[in-house]
C-alpha cells in the first residue's frame, strides 16, 4: 500500500500561484502514475493532471491546460502540482492519488488517495 500526503493548500488571490506537494511512502510506486483530483463543494470529484512515473507523460484537464503543470522528483517519491494563474472556480479539496493501471483520467485507475488540501481564491 502506498500512503500520500498532501501539502502546500492555502488561501490566495486570483491570478496568483500556488504549489501542492504529494509525498508518497511506502511500498515502492516505480510503477505507478500519480494524480490529482480536486472536489468543490457540492461537486463530483475530478481530474486535474496525471503523470507516468515512469516515462514522464502527462495528462491534464482542459479546464487547466496551460496553468497546473505536473511534476515529479523520482529521489524524493513526490509529485508537484505547479498552479499558475489561479481562479476562484480553482477553489476546492485537492486529492492525490496513485494507481497502476496507466495514465488516465478516470477515478477507477486509481488505488490510493491521499486526504486531501484545501485550495481557496478569492476573487
Known amino acids: 500500500q502506498v500512503q500520500l500526503v498532501e501539502s502546500g493548500g492555502g488561501l490566495v488571490q486570483a491570478g496568483d500561484s500556488l504549489r501542492l506537494s504529494c509525498a508518497a511512502s511506502g511500498r515502492t510506486f516505480s510503477s505507478h502514475t500519480m494524480g490529482w483530483f480536486r472536489q468543490a463543494p457540492g461537486k463530483e470529484r475530478e481530474f486535474v493532471a496525471a503523470?507516468?512515473?515512469?516515462?514522464?507523460?502527462?495528462l491534464y484537464a482542459d479546464s487547466v491546460k496551460g496553468r497546473f503543470t505536473i511534476s515529479r522528483d523520482n529521489a524524493k517519491n513526490t509529485v508537484y502540482l505547479q498552479m499558475n494563474s489561479l481562479k476562484a472556480e480553482d477553489t476546492a479539496i485537492y486529492y492525490c492519488?496513485?494507481?497502476?493501471?496507466?495514465?488516465?483520467?478516470?477515478?477507477?485507475?486509481?488505488?490510493?488517495w491521499g486526504q486531501g488540501t484545501q485550495v481557496t481564491v478569492s476573487s
Open positions: 503523470i507516468s512515473w515512469t516515462f514522464g507523460a502527462t
Open positions: 492519488a496513485a494507481g497502476t493501471r496507466g495514465l488516465g483520467y478516470v477515478r477507477s485507475l486509481y488505488d490510493c
